[in-house]
């Protein structure tokens, strides 16, 4: 019903930027919450930030000050500004929405950052 696409995902250097895109189905409401994890190989998938529909912003300690999320209500997308990146954030990004009680998720964009 919820469909979450995620784009902008490549090779990139260490201490490179890079802006990802989660794309979706419905235009945001205040009530929406909407967030990018990642996942390792062998490690657990984990937040790495958070924004509601009324804008409010959660990051991971380790992105803080480094990345950014925002969204665009009316084209119902979500952004990830990825900046001065390092090796350890090399991880599938995944895209994921929380509406009330259900949470859907895009299918994933590699990132690898290389040193």
């Known amino acids: 019903q919820v469909q979450l696409v995620e784009s902008g995902g490549g090779l990139v250097q260490s201490g490179g930027s890079l802006r990802l895109s989660c794309a979706s189905s419905?235009?945001?409401?205040?009530?929406?919450?909407m967030g990018w994890h990642r996942q390792a190989p062998r490690k657990p998938r984990e937040l790495v930030a958070d924004?509601?529909?009324?804008?409010?912003?959660n990051y991971a300690d380790s992105v803080k000050g480094r990345f950014t999320i925002s969204k665009d209500n009316a084209k119902g997308t979500v952004y990830l500004q990825m900046n001065s990146l390092k090796a350890e954030d090399t991880a599938v990004y995944y895209c994921?929405?929380?509406?009330?009680?259900?949470?859907?998720w895009g299918q994933g964009t590699q990132l690898t950052v290389s040193s």
């Open positions: 924004i509601t529909g009324d804008g409010r912003t």
């Open positions: 994921r929405w929380t509406i009330a009680s259900r949470t859907y």
């Open positions: 419905r235009t945001i409401f205040p009530s929406y919450i």
